[in-house]
């Protein structure tokens, strides 16, 4: 028996798979395999087999030759680059996640599926965005998202699907770069800065938005994906938060290890996808129901990043 990851050269697969893979075999998926896709690491000793998740013969195919019994499905296009290809977006984010559901179904699998923030918009109540609240996408990405959390809950209640999710924030990680989003100026920012360049940031710096380190974001799916299914009481997608800071407040954490370090503004259209999310998100269900808790705030996050993206600066004294 093994699990399937879909989308796994991007920014959450090509971590995640290294971490399932300490305790079970691991079958990484992409439209590439990880050699030709310039911007991921293929983790030793994985197997990768080329999947595009529109193809349904091809995910059956995959899913029975290895004895596939749970997916954690990350094939997706971000907030960006669905908005460049709108049509895509529809048929890779929700086809591709009902023919998941189907399979689940049809084979009773267990799946993971990561929502994101942008299922909120300006009619969510703004602050901190309840678990349970007006859905106002302004994305084709946030409506896919939307679409898919409600695809998830009525496979759930009506065939019994095993299917959980988490609502990420922004993911700051190292290892790959993010893929298409309005979040990924944080680690633009942070790359940049241990680089020693210059940036010039898409957002303003007032600009705050819920952010989470790839670490926790990993651990936070795990942990769901191993909690007793009698304490999952959201079937549509959960809150998750860690962090929230303003563009500014980044700066200020990096400037207290890289002094030097420049930046300028000049926001675009992401601003207005930026502008229509939540600064942060109320998690307390997660929390109660199967005990989430981040571990890594503001400065944790920045000191490990720019260790592992600079370790020359890292000795640098801590704010
Ligand atoms: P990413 O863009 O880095 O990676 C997505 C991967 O999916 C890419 O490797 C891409 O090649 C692959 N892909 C695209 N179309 C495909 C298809 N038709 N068939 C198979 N693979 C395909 O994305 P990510 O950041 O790793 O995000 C993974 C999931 O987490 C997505 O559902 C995303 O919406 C969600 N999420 C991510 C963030 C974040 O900040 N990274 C935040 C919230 C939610
Ligand atoms: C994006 O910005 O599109 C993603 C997300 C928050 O879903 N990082």
């Excluded at 193809?55 to 669905?82: C, F, M, N, P």
């Excluded at 929502?115 to 084709?140: K, M, N």
């Excluded at 290892?175 to 020693?196: H, Q, S």
Aim: glycine share 8%; net charge negative.
């Amino acid at each position: 028996m093994s699990i399937l990851v879909t989308g796994a050269n991007g920014q959450i697969g090509s971590e995640l798979v290294g971490t399932l893979s300490e305790t079970d075999r691991v079958i990484a998926s992409d439209l590439a395999s990880p050699s030709s896709a310039s911007r991921t690491t293929a983790p030793d000793g994985i197997v990768f087999e080329k999947l595009d998740v529109t193809d349904r013969d091809g995910l059956h195919a995959v899913t029975e030759k290895y004895g596939i019994h749970t997916i954690y499905h990350l094939a997706s296009l971000l907030s960006v680059t669905g908005e460049k290809n709108p049509d895509r977006a529809w048929d890779v984010n929700v086809n591709g996640l009902k023919h998941v559901l189907d399979l689940a179904r049809a084979r009773g699998l267990k799946v993971f599926w990561p929502s994101s923030i942008a299922v909120f918009g300006r009619a969510t109540p703004a602050g901190r965005a309840p678990q349970t609240t007006i859905l106002d996408p302004s994305t084709i990405y946030g409506v896919t998202k939307v679409s898919g959390e409600f695809l998830c809950r009525y496979y759930c209640e009506h065939f019994g699907v095993d299917v959980r999710s988490l609502r990420y924030p922004g993911l700051i990680s190292y290892r790959t770069p993010p893929g298409g989003g309005t979040t990924d100026y944080a680690v633009k920012i942070l790359t940049a800065a241990a680089e020693g360049t210059p940036y010039e940031c898409f957002v303003g710096p007032e600009t705050q938005l819920p952010m989470m380190y790839m670490p926790d974001a990993i651990r936070a799916a795990i942990e769901l994906m191993h909690a007793n299914p009698g304490f999952i009481s959201v079937r549509t997608s959960y809150n998750v938060s860690a962090v929230s800071f303003t563009v500014g407040q980044l700066i200020d954490a990096v400037r207290a290890r890289v002094p030097d370090f420049d930046i300028a503004y000049r926001p675009d259209r992401r601003q207005r996808i930026a502008d229509s999310w939540p600064r942060d998100v109320d998690d307390r269900r997660a929390r109660e129901d199967w005990g989430w808790r981040p571990k890594f705030d503001l400065n944790a996050m920045v000191d490990d990043m720019l260790a592992h993206l600079a370790p020359e600066r890292s000795s640098v004294p801590n704010a």
